[in-house]
């Protein structure tokens, strides 16, 4: 046998069957992978697979991309590769009802000139060289036409989901409506100081992508029957004929979604250059008809959750105990809202509370940690140095929520209605309702950054506030096909042992630094004294020269003690840097080594 093996013709046979084995493999297994990923980033979802079985009309997919023209560019040629598989996997999962045309659009061609149509963009590779194309487009039986312009290589993570948003909408093209009422410019506005015009905010532009968007005036004194879901943001002052609009929607079955806030920082104000402007917001007669509050005047603050901020060029980051970055574990797992959901980031939020003795049922979905309390929320209107907040922080040992959801039997907030509309519902068997203590965080800046591509806005999201939004929204209106597939779109993977440690070390220093800072100043205004002279050509005296020496060499010693006590912040952190660094540079290698060793040696004995 063993000659056989080494012979010419063992040899040959051992290639052919190399051959036909890949041969096989590539015909019969083509569409197969192990996937590794933590969230099976690669495997169809749940919500994919309910989505494509509920499909009853077929949907034609249109695959452009320009295999020719992108040959020397292996990253863009290896994500084109996991689209067009990812592409077949929806074809046989939906058993004949997605039909998918694979297209290289070549240059000047009439495929070209269907991509066109279709509205995809041909990204040039270089001046007068030639354009690629990779995108997708969708039709349905009615003509109606969805498409992805082109897939950016820094989103492949949300792939699925978008292949999935755009062949729901195909196959459900009647959208639900969303009412929206805000007091925030959500759909844009103009910056006064930059003198410029602000595009929508990009939760906004992805709600669209889903519902069909109803914008309502603030004194409106009826929600129309077709809305399915209120969408209240930041209602500020709302008339009595508005309250009551919105809570006869709430009795008769309509879904309401709403963030109030005790401090909204996205609030600018109605009037340019306004300096003192309320950026409170509540709905307190109709919270309290709910069974809910939110707790006035009070901004939550957490130690453990709070989140790292630049203070400008030249000074170090400062955690800011308003600013918070809720992980997994703040949020509530059970619920579809926020099952999923990595980190969601607010900003000054507020508090969120049941009403003893309400019969509706409140359910937390967002929690503080215990290393929480509530700050006065004017305390933020003057906040020079967020650092301060973690020093004054004095945590109560208790959880505060900061969303919740409220559903069951409620009571009117108008039970003799209002002036001219006194026949109105008294109440409810259930309500579904869910409120969040906190408006900052569906603006961009606390969960998205947003990259122009060709002309076309690129959403990277960093937080999961968009898909809390989405997935709420989803849930109110009775859709949850989308809402696996979204809220394993991002993954990241939270430093949670340097961030215990880091708080840690805040803890073990802060007392000293602050000691250190207050000997510092002292010191300086000691030297300021014996500086200054009316006459600039008076000398000291040698015991004011002495005392001037010893205050310098003390300025010396205690800026060297604060940079020491500033070093140990992250000492335990770099400890742990360079046992990683260990660990992964020597410590596996050598392992393996000496594996393969015991292995060669264990077969040497046995030969032996």
Do not use: C
């Amino acid at each position: 046998m063993k000659k056989l093996i080494y012979s010419g013709a063992g040899l040959l046979l051992i290639a052919a069957a190399f051959l036909a084995f890949n041969l096989l493999a590539g015909l019969g297994l083509g569409g197969a992978r192990l996937d590794l990923t933590e969230q099976k980033l690669y495997t169809i979802s749940d919500g994919t697979k309910q989505i494509l079985g509920e499909l009853d009309e077929p949907i034609n997919l249109y695959f452009f991309y320009s295999d020719k023209v992108a040959k020397d560019l292996p990253a863009l040629r290896t994500y084109a590769q996991r689209v067009e598989e990812m592409l077949k996997a929806y074809q046989r999962q939906a058993g004949g009802k997605i039909r998918l045309h694979v297209i290289d659009p070549e240059p000047f061609s009439e495929d070209e000139d269907k991509a066109a149509e279709f509205g995809l963009q041909g990204i040039p590779l270089q001046q007068g060289g030639d354009s690629i194309y990779f995108g997708l487009a969708g039709t349905n039986g009615l003509d109606d036409t969805q498409v992805i312009p082109f897939f950016a290589l820094d989103q492949e993570e949300h792939l699925e989901y978008e292949l999935s948003r755009l062949v729901q909408t195909l196959a459900k093209p009647e959208l639900p409506v969303v009412g929206v009422l805000s007091g925030l410019q959500m759909t844009g506005g103009f910056d006064m100081m930059a003198r410029q015009p602000t595009p929508p905010w990009m939760v906004l532009e992805q709600v669209r992508q889903l519902f069909q968007i109803e914008q309502l005036k603030a004194d409106v004194d009826q929600i129309p029957e077709n809305v399915s879901v209120l969408w209240l943001v930041h209602p500020k002052n709302l008339p009595e004929q508005t309250l009551y609009a919105i809570d006869q929607f709430v009795l008769r079955g309509g879904k309401l979604m709403v963030f109030v806030d005790p401090y909204a920082e996205a609030d600018s104000g109605d009037m340019p250059g306004e300096m003192a402007v309320d950026k409170a917001s509540d709905i307190e007669p109709l919270f309290k008809a709910w069974g809910l509050r939110l707790v006035p005047d009070k901004v939550l603050g957490d130690g453990s959750y709070a989140m790292s901020v630049n203070r400008g060029q030249g000074q170090r980051p400062v955690r800011h105990a308003a600013w918070l970055s809720l992980p997994r574990k703040a949020l509530d797992q059970t619920d579809i809202a926020t099952a999923g959901l990595e980190s969601v980031t607010v900003a000054t939020a507020g508090i969120l509370e049941p009403v003893e003795g309400a019969k509706t049922r409140f359910t937390p979905l967002m929690q503080s940690s215990e290393y929480a309390m509530p700050f006065d929320a004017q305390r933020f209107a003057m906040l020079g140095n967020p650092e301060e907040l973690i020093r004054e922080l004095e945590p109560t040992g208790e959880r505060y929520t900061i969303a919740a959801r409220i559903d069951g039997p409620a009571q009117s907030a108008f039970p003799d209605g209002i002036e001219g509309r006194k026949d109105g519902l008294k109440q409810a068997d259930n309500i579904n309702v869910i409120a969040v203590a906190d408006t900052d965080l569906l603006s961009d800046r606390m969960w998205v950054q947003v990259q122009d591509f060709f002309g076309q806005r690129m959403p990277q999201p960093w937080a999961d506030n968009g898909s809390f939004t989405i997935n709420a929204l989803d849930n109110l209106t009775g859709s949850e096909a989308l809402i696996s597939v979204r809220s394993r779109g991002r993954f990241s993977r939270p430093f949670v042992v340097v961030e215990e440690l880091q708080r840690a070390a805040e803890q073990r220093f802060r007392d000293k630094e602050q000691a250190l800072q207050a000997r510092l100043a002292e010191t300086e205004q000691q030297l300021a004294a014996l500086q200054q002279s009316d006459d600039p050509n008076l000398e000291l005296t040698p015991e004011q020269q002495g005392a001037l020496q010893r205050f310098i060499q003390q300025k010396l010693e205690i800026r060297k003690e604060l940079r020491e006590v500033r070093y140990q912040l992250n000492a335990d952190i770099e400890a742990l840097g360079r046992t990683l660094k260990i660990i992964n540079i020597a410590l596996m290698p050598a392992l393996l080594t000496l594996g393969v060793l015991a292995l060669w040696l264990w077969r040497r004995r046995r030969r032996a």
